[in-house]
């Protein structure tokens, strides 16, 4: 079928789009077309008037890690003169800076530190709960869940039982990059199969915590990859959404980043194609995943990998929230994106000039009461972008 029978029947008639049809049009399809169905259907999901975004603060703990992802920059091995591994008061310092300016969650990774167990998390995460109790502490992904459970010598529902009962709140998604067992293996072969990452997830959503999926693309890898890997996703938020109520609460993807990926002269893994995605790509990538994941509610624009005018875009096909403020941010930027944070005037400036009223929420995605953004164009009077 050509693409063009493919999305107009799927537009028509709203059905899911199966795997097979999602790679055609990702090949085939011309990107304004699939950039209007994606906002079309982003309308239809989300409204055609408010996009959201979150005051937070991104902090990465330690910086010890056994995995060696190939792209990773940010990363030092146990032993080596530049780790670090912050303690109670640097961390609760840096919360203190975020609450300063109305912040409300901490999103807290690091890598995979051979040196800690459950107790340093749990204590970590109840002081930070005591100590912050307006705070969302969403910490850890599901590789580090895997790591304490070695450590510790329980199992990764065990850890996460442990750290709820401590106070945290959610399980970011970071860590997934491509679920599809041979662009993992080649790329993050010590970091497990995508299955693993699936299982981790999968527990935290039978505890109630708090998730959202991520992908990182551009490995090389071909668009059937790229559609596996959000095929998984959708079929463990089918299973969850069954079982548990709810699943992910959004989808984001970014190109990886590897301007400044020189740390250990990572390379490139085996494969010997283009790496990283252009502005096109990652508008086209937006699109396909609005259409295709009927079944979470939310994508995100990544604007500190694509910055803030290419994030516009996203909000204009297919996604509906800016992401957040990020405050600080480790280890994107040590692969070499220039713009790793942004205040609240930054981005509610670049989602009124999108065309949008800006709006907070916080990691749940319920909506915070909202200062009125400084920027005040005529916009938000004009009809919805439905066109471009
Ligand atoms: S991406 Fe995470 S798991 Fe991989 S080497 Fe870097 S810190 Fe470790």
Known sequence: MSWQVILDSHMRSGQRLSPEDAVVLYEKAPLHSLRRSANQRRIEMNGKEEVTYLIDRNINYTNVCTINCQFCSFYRP?????????????????????????????????????DLGIDFYTDLIKSLRELHPTIDLDCFSPIEIEGIADVTGISTLQVLEKLKEAGMHGLPGGGAEMLVDEVR?????????PANWLRVMSEAQSLGLITSATNVFGFGETEEHRIEHMRRIRELQDESISKYGKGFTSFIAWPVQLENNTYGKRNRGRNKFELGAGPSEYLRHVAISRLFFDNIEHI?????????????????????????TMMEENVVSASGTDKMSASEHELQDAIVRAGFRPRRRNSRYELLDTP???????????PPPTQF
Do not use: C, F
Request: proline share 6%.
């Open 185 to 193: 293996s080649d790329v993050s072969p010590k970091k497990g199969s």
């Open 372 to 382: 009125d953004p400084e920027t005040k164009l005529e916009l938000l009077a004009a």
């Open 78 to 114: 146990p032993g080596h003169d530049e780790t670090y591994t912050q303690d109670l008061n640097e961390i609760s310092n840096r919360v203190k800076e975020l609450e300063q300016i109305d912040g409300v969650r901490i999103l807290m990774q690091g890598g995979v530190n051979p």
């Open 300 to 324: 995100q624009a990544s604007w500190p990998t694509m910055g803030l005018s290419i994030a516009q875009m996203a909000l204009l096909g297919g996604a509906d929230d800016a992401g957040s």
